[in-house]
Each structure stands twice: as C-alpha cells, then as structure tokens.
C-alpha cells in the first residue's frame, strides 16, 4: 500500500536536504576559518576592515560616535629573539584573553598584525574607550614572561585612539589611531 515513486521523491528529498545542510555547514565552517586568526583563535583583520568599514558608516548616517583603538605589544621582536617564538605566541595569546575579558559588544577587536590589535567601539567616545583600554593595558602589565636566565621580563602594550569625527575613511581613523600609539609608545600622552 505504497506508491514506490512517491517514497523514492521522498528519499532524493531527503538526501538533497541533507545535502544541503552540510554544503551551508561547511561554508559556515571556511567563512569562519576567513575570519579567525590561526595562532590566537581571535578575529583578524580581514573581520575587523569589515567591521569598522560597518561601524563608520553607522557612525555617519546615525551621528553616532564611533572610537577606534591602536595597540601594539612594546618590544615584541626582542621579545620573540631573547625568549624565543613559543613565549611570544604565549604572550600574544594571553592579550587575546586580556582583550577578550575587556572588550565587550558592540565592540569588537581583532588582531591586525603580528603584534598588532585594532579594537573599534561603536557608540562609544575616546574616554569611554580609554577606561576600557586601561583595563586591558593593566591585565597585560601582569603577562609575565621568564628567559632561560629566570628573569621575568614585563609585557607593556601602547595604545593609541582616534575618534570619528564624521569624515574619515575606515582607513584613516586606524591610521590616526596608530599614529597616536606611536606617540604613546614615546612617553607622550598621544591622544586627543
């Protein structure tokens, strides 16, 4: 009492479902991977230009503010030759965690290059960033990292900020950040 064609549409129904199913996961899977940084696990920069190129045209069609943070691991390179690769990438996946701890939504961070991290806040003006990025610059002031000597060595991060302003390009609010980061990474007070 059943209709052998009707089962056999049922069944390439089924198997086209499934199909499916797994062609949507394994594309979630690779766009995923397009977006995460291999070492850290965190987004990277190919997430973050995305973001910010989002962020700054909400920032301009709502007249909403918009900050954009800079940051840099101090010394990183010296760091990697007197300490050796395996601590710098324990290093760099410890301000992953310091980041994470601090940056909250709608914010977002990324890791922008080898010792390189953008953080844009949407909603959000340069002192309000600031006190998040104070924290984060606290946490990763407590990564210590010890040379085959024994000596622990301080991790120290500089940060710069820049605000949007309603008339730079995604590219040049990071640009302005990280002038500001060179400028904090000099001793001055750097941002605006």
Known sequence: PFDADV?????????????RRLEAEQAAAYRQLAYTDALTGCPNRRFIDEF???AVATSARENRPLAAAYLDIDNFKLLNDVVGHEQGDHVLKRVVDALSAHVV?????????????VVVFPDSTVAQARMVLDDVRTSVSHIEVVNGSRV???TRISIGIAAYRGYETPR?????????????????????
């Open 152 to 154: 622990t060595l301080p």
């Open 52 to 54: 910010i190129v989002a």
């Open 105 to 117: 939504e709608p914010a977002a961070f990324a890791r922008f290059g080898g010792d390189e991290f």
């Open 172 to 192: 040049d609010l990071i640009a302005e950040a990280e002038e500001h980061m060179y400028l904090d990474k000099a001793g001055s007070a750097g941002e605006p």
């Open 7 to 19: 089962l056999w549409h049922m069944l390439n129904r089924a198997v086209d479902n499934r199909e």
